[in-house]
């Protein structure tokens, strides 16, 4: 039995993510093309004319897990660690904050920043392709990471293996 009430077709980030940006990741934007098909079963309707489309921008620095708001600011180990090309760098945040994530090497120089505004309170991540903020690639070696977010600072530190 086929349910032909339903109108409602989701596509989630996660799902962007694990099949367009993580296979590919230089890729700033995808689009996605797509056509409306209906079926019951027995007949099949297409929309026609053009294919839809949509433009993604990749949002490589934020996800969201709804599993409840933490009690407190806290940034934990990166992993993988040593990683490459890509590790993620998770945060809890308990209230809405401005976040600044920045990636230092080891003279104290900036190599990636990402300001996110206004972050809802709960765990975030990002994920760093070791590229500094003109999308170039960086060395191996040891990198420092910092989250700010109101009056919390912390640092910790990770390993980049080519």
Known sequence: MYDTTSILVSLTYQELLENAFEPFPML???????????TDGIDTVKITGDDRSIFVNRYDYLALDMEGVPNEF?????????????????????EVSDITVTIFNMLGQKVRTFNLNNTPAGYHSVKWNATNDYGDPVGAGVYL????????????????LK
């Open 28 to 38: 700033p934007r995808v689009l996605v093309k797509f056509s409306v098909i209906a």
């Open 74 to 94: 806290t940034l934990h180990e990166n992993y993988p660690n040593p990683f490459n090309p890509t590790t993620t760098l998770r945060f809890d945040v308990p």
């Open 145 to 160: 990471y910092q989250l700010q977010a109101n009056q919390f600072i912390k640092t910790r530190k990770m390993v980049l």
